[in-house]
C-alpha cells in the first residue's frame, strides 16, 4: 500500500514559498471546516448511524490535520521571531515545505532551513523532536508496537483501517529496525522497578525460530525473471514450479526450519509473607535474544546487580533452567552465589524416556516405576534414581546397545545434576521447582511472533523486533518511546542536524557479556 494514500487540502499541496499559510490562515480554515462539518451533520437526517459514522471519520481526521498544521505553522512564526539571524557561520534560507506522516494523515508544513558549507539542517525540526525521515514518533510508536504482535503486512492493513492511511509495509520495517537500534541503550539506563521482594528468581530457556537459508536468501535478493503472466495468479505460480523443478524429497529426521537459537530471561522476585510463605512474581520482566547465550546470562547479571541483588548482598538468588550444559557454566562464572535449580518437570520427562527403555509403552509397570522415581525426586533422593537406573543397566542384555545407550544418557543427565535437584529443602523453603514463568515466554515472546507457518527470518533483523517484543511484554513501551524520542532530539541538538530514525539494515547481534 503507497504511503500517500489520503486525500488532502489545496493548502498543502502547493510547495512554492508564497503558499506557506499563517497562523490567521490556518485558524480561518479551521474555523470555515468546522462550520461545515456541523452544517453536514444537520444535514444527515436521512442516514443511518453506520452511513452518518462511516462519512465522518475522515472529515474528523481531515479537520486534526490542520490542527496539527496550525501547532506547525504557530511554531515555525514563533522561531521566525525568537531567532531572526541564523547561528554564526549558517545561512537561512526558507521557509521550506514537507509532508509529515502524523496520526491523522499527511500534514504539509514549512519551516527556516539554516546551511552552511558542509551541510545544513532544519532547527524547528531538532527543537519539536522531528526527524528527517518524515513521521512522527506517535505513528511510529503506534506502528512499531502493532508489528510487535502482528506482522508486518497485518500492521499495514489494521492501521489503514483505523487512519485511513498507513505507512507502507517496507517503511514499517525500516521503523522497527531504527527502534531496534536503541534497545540496547534502553535496557542498560532503565530503572530498576520498585517494590522489590527479598528473593529473585531468574528462569532461562531457549527457542528456535525458522531463519532463511542462504539458498533461500540468494533467491529472494536475486534478479527477478520477467513475469509472462502478469494478470493469472496461478498461471505465475506454475511457471515458478517449473523454474524451480521438483522439490527434494525429506528423509525421516531432516528438519526445514533451519532453527535459531533464541534465548530468553524472564525474572521477578518473591516477597516473604507473614505466614512465611513467598508471595509472586513482583515486577516480572523478560529479555530475549539472538546472541550467544553468555550474552543472555550476562544481562540477567546487569539486572540482578541494578535490582539490589548483587554479589556481596547477602539476598537470595535462585536460577532455574533445564540444564543446559552451557547455562550452566556462565551460572557458576556470574552467579557464584545463587542457588541453582534444574526444572522438575524437564527431570520428569528423563524418567519416563528411562522407564520406556525398561517397561512397555502405555503398560501398568511402566507408569508405577516412573511414579516410585518421581516420588523418590521430589522427596530429595535423585541419586537413589541414579542407582536404579545403574542396577537397571547392569541387568540388560548385552545385545541391547540402542537401549543401554538411552538409559545411560538418562542416567547421566539425572547424575550430572543431583546437587540441583534437592527438591524437598526447595519445597520447604518455598522455592522454585520448575520454570513455567521463561516457558509461558518463550511461547508468548517468541512463538507467538516468530515461529508461525511460512516464516523465514534473518536473524539479525528479527532482533530488533524481539527485542522491541520484550519491551511492550514487560509494560515498558511509552518509557521507552519517550526515552528514544529525548535521545535523539538531544543528539540532533548538540550535532546541529536532522537525525533519522529509519534504518534499512540491521544492527549487529549485542555482544554485551561476551569479551
Known amino acids: 500500500m503507497a504511503e500517500e494514500c489520503l486525500s488532502v487540502s489545496p493548502m498543502e499541496v502547493k510547495g512554492d514559498i ?128 502493532m508489528a510487535t504482535k502482528i506482522s508486518y503486512a497485518q500492521t499495514v492493513l489494521v492501521l489503514s483501517l483505523f487512519l485511513g492511511w498507513s505507512p507502507a509495509q ?101 516477597r516473604r509473607s507473614a505466614d512465611g510463605t513467598l508471595e509472586g512474581p513482583i515486577n516480572k520482566k523478560v529479555y530475549a535474544s539472538y546472541a550467544p547465550k553468555r550474552h543472555a546470562v550476562a544481562i540477567a547479571r546487569r539486572e540482578a546487580n541494578k535490582r539490589g541483588f548483587g554479589p556481596g548482598s547477602g539476598k537470595l538468588i535462585q536460577i532455574v533452567t533445564d540444564g543446559d550444559n552451557d547455562l550452566q557454566c556462565y551460572i557458576e562464572e556470574l552467579f557464584p552465589e545463587a542457588i541453582h535449580t534444574i526444572d522438575v518437570y524437564h527431570v520428569t520427562e528423563y524418567l519416563w524416556e528411562a522407564g520406556q527403555c525398561l517397561y512397555r509403552e502405555g503398560s501398568v509397570e511402566l507408569v508405577e516405576w516412573v511414579e516410585t522415581q518421581k516420588e523418590a525426586l521430589y522427596d530429595g533422593r535423585a541419586a537413589e534414581i541414579v542407582a536404579e537406573i545403574d542396577k537397571r543397566l547392569a541387568q540388560l542384555d548385552p545385545g541391547q546397545q540402542s537401549v543401554r545407550k538411552r538409559l545411560q544418557k538418562a542416567r547421566n543427565y539425572i547424575d550430572k545434576r543431583v546437587d540441583k535437584m534437592n527438591y524437598k529443602k526447595l519445597r520447604e523453603q518455598d522455592l522454585e521447582i520448575s520454570s513455567g514463568a521463561v516457558e509461558g515466554a518463550v511461547n508468548y515472546v517468541i512463538a507467538k511472533r516468530f515461529d508461525s507457518g511460512g516464516m523465514r527470518w534473518i536473524k539479525e533483523r528479527a532482533e530488533h523486533l524481539l527485542q522491541l517484543r520484550c519491551i511492550e511484554v514487560n509494560n515498558d513501551w511509552d518509557a521507552f518511546i519517550e526515552f528514544v524520542h529525548d535521545r535523539t532530539r538531544e543528539q540532533a541538538q548538540q550535532e546541529h542536524r536532522n537525525l533519522s530514525l529509519r534504518r534499512t539494515e540491521p544492527a549487529p547481534l549485542p555482544t554485551y557479556g561476551l569479551t
Open 170 to 270: 517496507e517503511t514499517v520495517e525500516c521503523m522497527v529496525l531504527g527502534l531496534g537500534q536503541h534497545t540496547a541503550a534502553w535496557f542498560e539506563s532503565a530503572p530498576a522497578p520498585e517494590g522489590d521482594g527479598e528473593v529473585l528468581v531468574i528462569q532461562i530457556d531457549s527457542k528456535a525460530t525458522p531463519t532463511a537459508t542462504e539458498e533461500e536468501l540468494e533467491k529472494r535478493r536475486g534478479p527477478r525473471r520477467p513475469n509472462p503472466h502478469p494478470g493469472s495468479q496461478r498461471h505465475r505460480g506454475r511457471a515458478a514450479r517449473q523454474r524451480r523443478g521438483s522439490k527434494k524429497r525429506r528423509e525421516k529426521g531432516d528438519k526445514a526450519k533451519n532453527g535459531k537459537m533464541a534465548t530468553i530471561v524472564t525474572m521477578y522476585t518473591l
Open 18 to 145: 508564497a503558499a506557506a499559510p499563517t497562523v490567521e490562515e490556518v485558524k480561518a480554515s479551521i474555523i470555515r471546516e468546522v462550520e461545515s462539518l456541523v452544517a453536514w451533520v444537520l444535514t444527515c437526517q436521512s442516514l443511518t448511524f453506520f452511513a452518518f459514522e462511516t462519512q465522518l471519520v475522515p472529515q474528523v481526521l481531515a479537520l486534526g490535520r490542520l490542527f496539527v498544521q496550525l501547532f506547525l505553522c504557530m511554531r515555525e512564526e514563533q522561531f521566525r521571531v525568537t531567532h531572526p539571524r541564523p547561528q554564526p557561520g549558517y545561512k537561512q534560507i526558507g521557509p521550506n515545505d514537507r509532508l509529515l506522516g502524523t496520526f491523522f494523515g499527511k500534514v504539509r508544513y514549512w519551516r527556516t532551513y539554516f546551511y552552511r558549507k558542509g551541510g545544513g539542517y532544519y532547527p524547528l525540526d531538532v527543537e519539536l523532536g522531528l526527524t528527517s525521515d518524515g513521521f512522527s514518533m506517535l505513528l511510529r510508536s503506534y506502528a512499531t508496537r
